[in-house]
């Protein structure tokens, strides 16, 4: 079956830091991937998509490549900010349109200080 | 933006009560609904599919007669935890999606947290 591997956490870093949280997969076919994040208090939110190999996904100065060589995700962002601070969620879909069956990551909490 | 409204936030009820849950898409019809569940430190994992105008279609594992769900209209459904017991509790997640957009993503509630005691 479809499975998602992300970084446990905490992830703690200082404003202005380099961040990646590491997530990997197992599927079938071609999945597309897909970050997600959730704000203290709100409901998750789709943060960048990828729906084929090399794909790169970005948004908010976030990045992502789909790796198939490698079932990676790895989530990326030269500079956090306080603002940040959230929990990732690295998930995958067997269809993009069509697929609404989410397989999720255990979620990566980020804590960004100053 | 598309927006799924989740209510109660959360709620606290006694061992063999039953819970009812609301998802709401606010502007916008969505024909299906999903519901999630995550317990602490662990992945959202999908319990249904909720299909306007037809029964919902259950993940393996899932008892259909312990989390009843009812999608009566295109911008409503709900989830009813029947007969709670404390391993019921835990944070339920539902989700929609536009249809009428091309590649619409999946919108998410806020979540509610649902303590039996």
């Known amino acids: 079956g479809n499975s998602v591997t992300q970084m446990e956490g905490p992830v703690t870093l200082s404003e202005e830091a380099f961040l990646t949280i590491n997530c990997t997969y197992t599927a079938t076919g071609y999945p597309s991937l897909f970050w997600y994040v959730q704000y203290p208090g709100e409901g998750l939110q789709l943060l960048l998509k990828?729906?084929?190999a090399d794909d790169k996904g970005s948004n908010k100065g976030f990045e992502a490549t789909y790796r198939k060589e490698t079932t990676s995700f790895h989530l990326e962002k030269g500079s956090v900010q306080v603002s940040d601070s959230a929990v990732y969620f690295c998930a995958l879909s067997p269809l993009w349109g069509g697929g609404n069956k989410l397989t999720f990551g255990t979620g990566t909490q980020l804590k960004v200080e100053l | 933006g598309a927006v799924v409204s989740q209510h109660p936030s959360w709620v606290i009820c006694k061992s063999g009560t039953s819970v009812k849950i609301e998802c709401r898409s606010l502007?916008?019809?969505?024909?299906?609904m999903f519901w999630y569940r995550q317990f602490p430190k662990q992945s959202l994992m999908l319990m249904a599919t909720s299909n306007e105008g037809s029964k919902a279609t259950y993940e393996q594992g899932v008892e259909k007669d312990k989390f009843l769900i009812n999608h009566a209209s295109l911008t409503l459904s709900t989830l009813t935890v029947t007969s709670a017991h404390p391993e019921d509790s835990s944070f339920y997640i539902c989700?929609?999606?536009?249809?009428?957009?091309?590649?619409?993503?999946?919108?998410f509630g806020n979540g509610t947290r649902l303590t039996v005691t």
């Open positions: 502007d916008f019809q969505a024909t299906t």
């Open positions: 989700s929609a999606r536009d249809q009428t957009l091309h590649d619409s993503p999946l919108h």
């Open positions: 990828a729906t084929k």
